[in-house]
C-alpha cells in the first residue's frame, strides 16, 4: 500500500516539475517513469505474469491470491499486488502483473523481450478477437481519458464502431497479435517461460492453477487448488466485485457503472464471444486477418477454440 502511494506521488511530484511542457514532452516524460518502475519491479520479482489487457488477468490473479491465502496462512480478502503477502509471509512470492505497456519507454527494447530474459514468466494470452470485444467495453466504460490519451486509444468519447475498434492498429486486434509475436518470435531465449491460454484456463481450471503454482515453485495440495477455483468462480467474482470485498484494489475491482454490466471488470469471459457482435461479413475478415498474421505458437485458428459446459468453478476474465 505504502508503495502504491509513493509511486503515485513521486510520478505526479515529477509531472507537476515539467507541467509547463508541450503534451507530448509530458507524456513520454510519465511514459519513461512508469516504465522505470516497471523495470524495477521486474528485477525485484520472483515470478512475472505478463499479458495483454483483458486476457483473464484479474480471474488469475483473484485464484491465485485465495491459493496464497490458504497456501500461506494469510487474510482473505488480500488481493495480490507484487510483495504485499511476501511480506506477511516470506514464503509468499513477489508477482509482478504487468502488460508491458511502459517498459519499452524506459528501457528503448522494442526488438525483443531482452527485459525479461533470465526471470520466470508466465505468459498469459487469449484469443486476441475476443480480447478486442473486450477491450472495446474498457475503454468504453472503464477507462479514465487520460489513460486513453497515454496509451494511445481513440479519444474519450469518440464515435467508433465496434469493427473499427477491433481493427485499430494500435489498440485492436492487430496491435495484440503484433503483442503476441513478439513473445512467440524470442521464445527460444526465454527457457523459463509457461504459456497459458485463457481458453485452457475455462475448460481445466484447476489443472491450470495448479500447473503455474508448480511452475512458478509455490506448490500446494489438490484442496488448496480447489478452494482458489471454487472461490473465483464467475457468479461469486460479480458477488465479491458488486460488494467491493478485495481490500486496497483502487478501481481495479469495482464496476465502472453499477447499473451497467457491460462496466464490470467481471463481465462475461465468453470464448468466441466477439461473434456476437459482427455481421458475417465482418466474422470473415476478422477471421482471416488473425489466421494469416498471427503466430501459429498459440494453437489459434479461424474457429474458436471449443466453449467448455459451464460449471461451478469457471469464472469470466
Known amino acids: 500500500m505504502f508503495q502504491s502511494i509513493w509511486k503515485t506521488f513521486s510520478r505526479k511530484a515529477v509531472l507537476s516539475a515539467v507541467f509547463f511542457l508541450p503534451y507530448e514532452k509530458r507524456r513520454k516524460v510519465e511514459r519513461w517513469i512508469r516504465g522505470r518502475w516497471e523495470a524495477n519491479k521486474i528485477a525485484e520479482a520472483d515470478w512475472i505474469l505478463a499479458s495483454w489487457g483483458k486476457s483473464g488477468r484479474t480471474w488469475l490473479r483473484v485464484m491465485l491470491s485465495r491459493f496464497y491465502q490458504v497456501r500461506f496462512d494469510l487474510p482473505e480478502g488480500m488481493l495480490i499486488g507484487f510483495d504485499n503477502m511476501h511480506k506477511r509471509n516470506p514464503g509468499a512470492p513477489r508477482v509482478f502483473f504487468t502488460h508491458g505497456n511502459y517498459l519499452k519507454d524506459y528501457t528503448g527494447h522494442t526488438e525483443d523481450k531482452r527485459d525479461f530474459y533470465g526471470k520466470k514468466v508466465v505468459l498469459l494470452v487469449r484469443d486476441p478477437r475476443d480480447v478486442a470485444v473486450s477491450q472495446f467495453f474498457q475503454w468504453k466504460y472503464r477507462m479514465r481519458p487520460r489513460k486513453k490519451r497515454l496509451?494511445?486509444?481513440?479519444?474519450?468519447?469518440?464515435?467508433?464502431?465496434?469493427?473499427?475498434?477491433?481493427?485499430?492498429?494500435?489498440?485492436?486486434?492487430?496491435?495484440?497479435?503484433?503483442?503476441?509475436?513478439?513473445?512467440?518470435?524470442?521464445?527460444?531465449?526465454?527457457?523459463?517461460?509457461?504459456?497459458?491460454?485463457?481458453?485452457?484456463?475455462?475448460?481445466?481450471?484447476?489443472?491450470?492453477?495448479?500447473?503455474?503454482?508448480?511452475?512458478?515453485?509455490?506448490?500446494?495440495?489438490?484442496?488448496?487448488?480447489?478452494?482458489?477455483?471454487?472461490?473465483?468462480?464467475?457468479?461469486?467474482?460479480?458477488?465479491?466485485?458488486?460488494?467491493?470485498?478485495?481490500?486496497?484494489?483502487?478501481?481495479?475491482?469495482?464496476?465502472?457503472?453499477?447499473?451497467?454490466?457491460?462496466?464490470?471488470?467481471?463481465?462475461?469471459?465468453?470464448?468466441?464471444?466477439?461473434?456476437?457482435?459482427?455481421?458475417?461479413?465482418?466474422?470473415?475478415?476478422?477471421?482471416?486477418?488473425?489466421?494469416?498474421?498471427?503466430?501459429?505458437?498459440?494453437?489459434?485458428?479461424?474457429?474458436?477454440?471449443?466453449?467448455?459446459?459451464?460449471?461451478?468453478?469457471?469464472?469470466?476474465?
Open 151 to 317: 496509451n494511445d486509444y481513440p479519444e474519450h468519447g469518440a464515435e467508433i464502431s465496434m469493427y473499427d475498434f477491433m481493427m485499430h492498429r494500435q489498440q485492436g486486434m492487430p496491435r495484440i497479435v503484433e503483442y503476441f509475436n513478439g513473445w512467440a518470435e524470442d521464445v527460444e531465449r526465454l527457457p523459463d517461460m509457461l504459456i497459458v491460454r485463457y481458453e485452457d484456463m475455462k475448460a481445466l481450471t484447476a489443472e491450470t492453477l495448479k500447473r503455474i503454482v508448480e511452475f512458478t515453485g509455490t506448490p500446494g495440495s489438490d484442496e488448496q487448488v480447489q478452494i482458489a477455483v471454487d472461490y473465483a468462480a464467475y457468479e461469486n467474482m460479480k458477488k465479491l466485485e458488486e460488494k467491493r470485498a478485495f481490500k486496497l484494489s483502487g478501481g481495479r475491482m469495482k464496476p465502472g457503472d453499477a447499473s451497467n454490466p457491460d462496466s464490470f471488470k467481471v463481465r462475461r469471459g465468453k470464448v468466441g464471444g466477439y461473434r456476437d457482435y459482427y455481421t458475417d461479413e465482418q466474422i470473415a475478415a476478422i477471421d482471416t486477418y488473425m489466421t494469416e498474421h498471427l503466430s501459429p505458437l498459440f494453437g489459434y485458428t479461424a474457429e474458436p477454440l471449443a466453449e467448455p459446459v459451464p460449471t461451478s468453478t469457471q469464472a469470466a476474465g
